[in-house]
């Protein structure tokens, strides 16, 4: 079975104060198959080079975008990534092709409980349901969207035991993309793909 290459695009405005991004990203730079992009180094004035992100993109059969899930959204520069490198015609439109075929899954990490992304819960909707622009973007650009893989109460993860396991979901998670051995149909109606990694989705950075 071919093997894919995975594209990282990591976004933390305050990565001195993140036990849990940092450690996830610097795992994944480890690995010869994962090109891991620190947007906030590489464009600190957000000049995007927007040829160079769509080479990127073209060499890779995976994107990861890798954030905290602050506010219900993705940081500021990579919403800014998105406005100007999925351009019409190269993402979308009638000759906008590119990416059509390629994996798509977002990695955060979020503050509140994971019962608090309820219907009934404090947020009111679940990650997956506040994701469904960047699922639709996926849609658009004809790419396959894959459920968030989350860790729930990131704040305390570090002192809970939580970041070990999720860091172990993201270590197999890794391997399951190189591998191109994920069931997509399995995880059409689940919220995170954590519950397709063995176990529950996980507790507990200051994201």
Known sequence: MKKNR???LFAHPSQHRSNVNAPLFEYAKSLDYVTAVDLY???PTYQIDIDDEQQLLNAHDV???QFPFYWYSTPSILKEWQDLVLEYGYAY????KALQGKLFICAISAGGKEEAYRAKGYNHFTVRELLQPLEQTAYI?????LPPFALFSSRSAQFDHALSSHLAQWKSLLQALYHNSID???TESLITINELLGGSKTQGDKA
Request: charged content about 15%.
């Open 6 to 8: 995975i594209l990282l």
């Open 41 to 43: 180094a590489k464009y």
């Open 63 to 65: 994107v990861i975008f």
């Open 93 to 96: 439109g009638q000759d906008g």
């Open 141 to 145: 650009t004809g790419m396959t969207y």
């Open 184 to 186: 997509v149909r399995a």
